[in-house]
């Protein structure tokens, strides 16, 4: 008994449920999920070479130093390695400053490819960012409607026991009205409807868990939505033709396909540009002393003992034909198949938002056909249950009707979450939240 | 003589004029009515303490605005004009007795719900007209439409309940399908045993 009250006591208390809206779901995971993380690292890597390539017009400076030891006069003489009287330190100092003053386009192509290259790291920010609200639409709502279906299927249990013990009394009793087929015909429901609990148990604790996840949140913060019901996103869909223009210009596959082709373009830039020289201006440095030498000297390899500085304009050029051919060749091919990617990526988009639009487009008349299907079902057995309550109707009314509530019911919610889960599909598609760029109500 | 007739023939005209506008019952009137009611029965369910005393209630409530007569006669529609005075007006009390344990049974002491119109009335013919409302509440809903039928008759209400529709389900037709099953089967008398049977349980 102590035990136990001890153990009540050093218990962990349940952490309390949070509840979070769709709006507030959208902002957080974009904040904290691991896929938008990366994808804005992503982002700042190609800025930082963008930042990079505007360095390359500051100059560039070599230092070398170098300290030692030597002999008087600097050198050894082969014949007389015993006649050295003294040694001494050598200090030796170098500085060599190149200034680009230019370089026929080789910086600009770097940079041009650089811009464009952060023009994809933007794109694919977009694109996770789509890609995670996705999958949060798809979280919220299976959870929005395994709650709602979680009622059903308990009130559709009620029935199925109440019907049940009904049946029983009249099979104890032996009464006359009891027909053991109608009783079986009922248990033979009880595994269909056993198997929508766990299917819908499934789905309730997997939207769940996906709903943390995407939060990044550990298994003692559960989360939940907000709502409790599911229902029609306010959405009014516009002409077909207005998303197919939006999607070529604002799908991130899109830009990211097309910024990859002009990337490509300022690289075959960049790299002609490499075939021709570069002016710069040289300054260099030297001092070399030891306190071994009083005179000026020349010392192998090592320059005049003293100081001497310059300045001059120089040009560099190194030419690899070969090389360079070869360079011009795969970055043309690879330019093509960009294009062609390119190509394939609008095509892509055309193909998907015709997808998603004709079946939006269906959905809504879907939805309201399904309305009036559940209303039907469920007017259906509040009358077949009367009848039979009171007499004057017979049971398998009453199961049938029970198992259409239960159908209709499931296919209008799935209908609805369907909807919802397509628009924003069809936002991610065209590269536009419709919900608040529309925003009319249905 | 010909202007004789004629001020005789426009007063003719002028007398049918003024009584088909008299025949024709206003649809407001019940509009009124299931408004009025309607507000009744909330008040009545929403001040009840327990069920026998709400079920009494409502059975004169009821009986003030549903015409039985004719709610019956319909859902034995093809049998009634067999069915001798005796018989009508056993079948008449059997049948209120079932609508009132029925409706009675939707209601539990003290629940709170309101009703409200839903779209325009329509007239069926001349003397008869639907109107469409909405119940809603905390626990429930349901589109219920009243079809009203004008009953000339003096002292009593112009117009009365002569079915009920639920969620699109019409009381009458619903009743009169289960009862020809056990008419055709099993005939008039064993039908109204089985509705006063059923009636008189709680």
Redesign the interface.
């Known amino acids: 008994m102590i035990a136990l009250l001890t153990a009540l006591v050093l218990a962990t208390p349940l952490a309390p449920v949070e509840t979070i809206d769709w709006p507030t779901l959208v902002t957080r995971i974009q904040a904290t999920n691991p896929l938008m993380r990366e994808a804005r690292a992503g982002l700042e890597r190609f800025e930082a070479a963008l930042k990079g390539t505007q360095w390359r017009y500051f100059p560039v400076f070599e230092l070398k130093a170098h300290v030692g030891i030597g002999p008087e006069g600097g050198a050894l003489e082969a014949d007389a390695p015993a006649e050295v009287q003294r040694w001494g330190d050598t200090y030796r100092v170098g500085v060599v400053v190149e200034q680009p003053l230019y370089t026929f386009g080789k910086i600009e192509g770097l940079k041009a490819a650089a811009r464009h290259g952060v023009e994809i790291g933007e794109a694919v920010v977009q694109a996770a960012r789509w890609e995670l609200i996705a999958r949060a639409a798809r979280a919220y709502q299976g959870a929005l409607m395994a709650r709602e279906v979680e009622a059903t299927l308990r009130e559709g249990r009620r029935w199925v026991d109440k019907v049940n013990q009904r049946l029983e009394a009249l099979r104890r009793s032996d009464a006359a009205d009891y027909d053991p087929l109608v009783h079986l015909r009922l248990k033979s429901r009880v595994g269909d409807l056993a198997q929508m609990e766990s299917d819908n148990a499934a789905l309730l604790s997997e939207s769940h868990d996906a709903l943390r996840m995407l939060l990044s949140r550990p298994v003692d913060q559960p989360v939940r939505p907000h709502e409790d019901q599911v229902e029609v996103s306010a959405f009014a869909l516009k002409p077909l033709a207005y998303y197919l223009e939006v999607a070529q210009k604002s799908r991130p596959e899109v830009t990211i396909a097309e910024a990859k082709v002009q990337a490509q373009g300022a690289l075959m830039k960049q790299a002609r540009a490499e075939m021709l020289p570069e002016l710069l201006l040289l300054g260099e440095f030297h001092a070399l002393g030891s306190e071994t030498l009083e005179r000026p000297l020349a010392l192998p390899n090592q320059g005049s003992v003293g100081m001497s500085a310059g300045v001059l304009f120089a040009m560099r050029w190194r030419f690899d034909a070969g090389s360079s051919l070869h360079r011009s060749a795969e970055l043309d091919a690879r330019a093509r198949q960009l294009r062609a990617a390119a190509d394939k990526a609008q095509q892509a988009t055309e193909a998907e938002v015709r997808r998603l639009y004709g079946r939006l487009s269906r959905q809504r008349d879907l939805i309201a056909a399904k309305r009036e299907s559940r209303?039907?079902a469920?007017?259906?057995l509040?009358?077949a249950w009367?009848?039979y309550d009171?007499?004057?109707?017979k049971l398998p009314e009453v199961m049938d009707a029970l198992e259409r509530v239960w159908l209709t019911r499931l296919g209008h919610l799935h209908a609805i979450v369907t909807h919802n889960v397509m628009v924003i599909e069809l936002s991610g598609t065209v590269g536009l939240d419709l919900l608040t760029a529309q925003g009319e109500a249905p | 003589m010909l202007t004789r007739i004629a001020m005789l023939l426009v007063a003719l005209l002028s007398l049918s004029f003024a009584s088909s506008v008299q025949a024709a019952p206003k649809v407001q009137a019940a509009v009124e009515l299931i408004e009025e009611t309607s507000g009744r029965v909330a008040r009545l369910v929403k001040g009840a303490e327990e069920a026998s005393s709400l079920r009494a209630s409502l059975d004169t409530l009821l009986g003030e605005i549903v015409d039985f007569r004719r709610f019956g006669q319909r859902t034995l529609s093809g049998h009634w004009e067999g069915l001798n005075a005796t018989e009508r007006e056993r079948f008449e009390q059997a049948f209120r007795a079932l609508v009132l344990s029925l409706y009675a049974k939707r209601f539990t002491p003290g629940m709170v719900f309101t009703t409200s119109l839903r779209g325009s009335p329509e007239r069926l013919e001349a003397d008869r007209v639907k109107v469409f409302t909405t119940v809603s509440g905390p626990k429930a809903g349901a589109d219920v439409d009243y079809e009203l039928s004008y009953a000339a008759r003096p002292a009593q209400a112009a117009w009365r309940v002569s079915d009920l529709v639920i969620d699109g389900v019409s009381m009458v037709q619903n009743w009169r399908n289960a009862f020809k099953r056990i008419l055709d089967r099993d005939g008039f008398e064993a039908l109204v045993t089985k509705i006063e049977r059923r009636a008189s349980r709680p």
């Open positions: 209303a039907a469920k007017s259906w509040i009358n009367e009848l009171t007499g004057f109707g």
